[in-house]
């Protein structure tokens, strides 16, 4: 695992702690590998999800240090979305 995946999922771990996702997202991050929630569970796993969230390393790590909004990221085109939007705008919401 990528320092930057175990970065991401450390920090989803905390942001997910007494919440939970209606379903299951995957995060992929460019050449580094996937993250994945299910419920409130978070792992380093590359699985099938209701959606899935795909950027660069730079992208993820200044939506996880709070530096990018999702949506902004995802309306200038440097975060693509794939699935349920509706559960990528509840995720963004714990981001």
């Known amino acids: 695992m ?3 995946v ?3 999922v450390t920090a989803l771990q905390k942001r997910m702690e007494g919440k ?8 992929v991050i460019a050449d580094e ?3 994945h929630i299910d419920g409130a569970e978070v792992s380093a796993i590359d ?8 950027a660069g390393a730079d992208v993820f790590e ?4 709070g530096d990018l909004d999702p949506t902004t990221a995802f309306m200038s085109g440097r975060l693509r979305i794939e699935g349920d939007m ?7 919401s714990l981001l």
């Open 2 to 4: 990528s320092e930057i």
């Open 6 to 8: 175990e970065k991401a």
């Open 20 to 27: 939970s996702l209606p379903g299951s997202v995957r995060f």
């Open 33 to 35: 590998g996937s993250v």
């Open 47 to 54: 699985a099938p999800a209701d959606t899935t969230l795909t």
């Open 62 to 65: 200044r939506i996880l240090d």
């Open 86 to 92: 509706g559960l990528a705008m509840k995720l963004a």
